[in-house]
């Protein structure tokens, strides 16, 4: 009990860290503008550092002019990162190293399916499983042979790279996060089902990116929209196989439109920009976000 009161104290001690990381694949808009006000409000209010990180690993998608653009418009709304931005586009190398520790430990397995045959497999199943967001990957390649994979390859399909969820729950064991809003949460391993950790074009994905980044920048507090709550469960359990630092979350309320819709720039939805270009101030801008979760 001492330990753990000890450890308590020294995790509050430390300088607090949040960040705010974009992908540079469109203009922000309302949504990102309360992400990161929610990100850079923590920390100003506890004398912590933020940061901004560009999310630009879909290198398809990107395009340079985005990531100035980015820092323009927290600028404007007068958010600023204490430090230098990142892009995870220089890191590809420390992802791979990350990728390599944890096919050694054998909790990774190649898969070579493409989406199209995914559908059909699941279209098959009398009762596929299901995630938060839909059905998860039925593990098709769970238990390919050694042969089966020579074979894949000699056809030249390069594979992604999936966790094996339930093979890694159950060499971390029991893990728990805890939430500003939600409290202290217990791990579910499965939840996202055999997640992808390396796609077959780029060699990382989302889900490695942001825990290998987070740790690398000292992260202490992790802020951002709720609908990311389930993938802090595939987080956490990355977290303990790299063995990384857990950090505290919090998951805040997501910016909607009328109908409630989830604001996203594949919706084309009105970005700061054009809320910059017709006459509102930043001040106007701040007053119709949702209040602050602390």
Not at 163 to 174: D, E, M, N, R, V
Not at 180 to 207: F, K, N, Q, W
Not at 223 to 241: F, K, M, S, V, Y
Request: hydrophobic fraction near 40%; aromatic fraction near 6%; charged fraction near 25%.
């Amino acid at each position: 009990m001492l330990l753990a009161t000890l450890t308590e104290i020294c995790d509050f001690l430390r300088k607090m860290i949040t960040r705010f990381a974009p992908s540079p694949t469109g203009l922000l808009h309302l949504g990102h503008a309360y992400a990161a006000r929610v990100a850079h409000e923590l920390a100003r209010i506890h004398d912590g550092s933020f940061l901004v990180r560009f999310e630009d690993i879909d290198h398809t998608r990107v395009r340079p002019d985005y990531y100035q653009a980015a820092l323009d418009d927290l600028a404007w709304l007068g958010i600023r990162p204490t430090a230098e931005p990142w892009r995870q586009l220089d890191r590809l190398e420390t992802y791979a190293a990350a990728l390599e520790k944890l096919r050694t430990m054998g909790v990774l397995y190649p898969c070579f399916c493409t989406r199209r045959e995914i559908e059909t497999e699941l279209a098959a199943m009398p009762a596929a499983p299901q995630g938060p967001e839909g059905p998860l990957y039925p593990g098709t390649c769970r238990h390919l042979s050694r042969a089966e994979i020579v074979d894949f390859t000699a056809l030249g399909r390069e594979p992604a790279w999936r966790l094996h969820s339930a093979k890694a729950g159950a060499l971390c064991g029991h893990l728990t996060f805890r939430d500003l809003r939600c409290g202290e949460m217990a791990v579910d391993p499965t939840l996202l089902g055999d997640a992808i950790l390396a796609r077959r074009d780029i060699g990382t994905s989302y889900h490695l990116a942001v825990v290998v980044d987070d740790a690398a920048q000292e992260i202490t507090h992790v802020t951002r929209g709720e609908d990311l709550l389930p993938a802090t469960h595939l987080h956490r359990l990355l977290q303990n196989l790299l063995g990384l630092p857990k950090p505290l979350y919090l998951h805040h309320p997501l910016v909607t439109d009328e109908q409630g819709r989830r604001l996203a720039k594949r919706d084309h939805d009105r970005s700061l920009r054009s809320y910059r270009d017709s006459g509102l101030s930043p001040g106007e801008i701040l007053a119709i976000l949702p209040p602050l979760p602390f």
